[in-house]
């Protein structure tokens, strides 16, 4: 069952090639590494299934349905995480629920359920600035889960904290992956991350950009 297909998709910024004849399948319910060198089109293919960029050519689908611009069946989680400065964790994490149309009542009940399932209860009305960064990637994980989104899209998301926060959240990861029927795109260069998340990993290989190998590391899930 396949949740999210790219067929032939290239893209190119003025004189740079960031993808070229790109084809590939995430199967629903597992989680896919995008792993390759920096440069590669790792973001810029994330974008694109997203529906924030649009590609010189090639056809995306999610659940079959071609891909014209964001969805409601898509969710990202941005690297810089992407928080409002100005707005509280309530705010940052309804912010999603507030762009589809939720009544602030409801999504403020829902982001509340989202906020203390990443471990930020009593941070509600913390601004972003008085969080520790690992506190901060916590809030935009619930927001991007708040929306129940299909697919959710994450640019290197645990870029950002130390070393020792980046393994609990891959282990928080890991149970997310195995506790709900979500597909995930994990966009990582790292291949110690991608060998500990995935099921599967996508190597792409730059110039021209293309996926060289889909590896299915066996008995890293239960
Ligand atoms: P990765 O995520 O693997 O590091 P990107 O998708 O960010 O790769 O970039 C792929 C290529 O496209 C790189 O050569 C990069 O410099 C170029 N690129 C990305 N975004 C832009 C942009 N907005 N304008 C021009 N070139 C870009
Ligand atoms: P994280 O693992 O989220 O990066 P830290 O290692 O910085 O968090 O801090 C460990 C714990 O200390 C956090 O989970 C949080 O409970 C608390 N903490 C961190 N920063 C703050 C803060 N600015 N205000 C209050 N509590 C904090």
């Given at each position: 069952d396949i949740a999210v297909s790219a067929r032939s998709v290239s893209k190119t910024y003025g004189e740079t090639e960031?993808?070229?004849?790109m084809t590939i399948e995430f199967p629903r319910g597992q989680l896919t590494s995008l792993l390759g060198?920096?440069?590669?089109g790792k973001t810029t293919l994330l974008k694109i299934i997203a529906g924030l960029l649009e590609p010189n050519s090639g056809t995306i689908e999610v659940n079959g349905k071609p891909v014209t611009g964001p969805g409601e069946d898509r969710a990202f989680v941005f690297q810089d995480f992407?928080?409002?400065?100005?707005?509280s964790v309530m705010r940052n994490v309804a912010f999603g629920l507030e762009l589809r149309g939720v009544a602030k009542s409801e999504r403020e009940a829902i982001a509340a359920k989202y906020i203390a399932d990443v471990g930020?209860?009593?941070?509600?009305?913390?601004?972003?600035?008085?969080?520790?960064g690992g506190m901060r990637q916590r809030v935009g994980l619930a927001r991007a889960l708040s929306v129940n989104a299909d697919v959710l899209l994450m640019d290197?998301?645990?870029?950002?904290?130390d070393e020792q926060t980046r393994r609990k959240f891959q282990e928080d990861l890991l149970s997310l992956v195995q506790n709900e029927n979500k597909t995930f795109i994990f966009v990582t260069h790292s291949i110690e991350e991608a060998v500990y998340v995935s099921d599967q990993i996508a190597l792409l290989l730059p110039r021209?950009?293309?996926?060289?190998e889909i590896i299915r590391p066996s008995g890293l899930r239960m």
């Open positions: 960031a993808l070229r004849d060198p920096s440069g590669c992407a928080l409002l400065p100005w707005a930020l209860k009593g941070f509600e009305k913390s601004f972003p600035h008085e969080l520790s290197e998301p645990f870029s950002a904290v021209p950009s293309r996926v060289s």
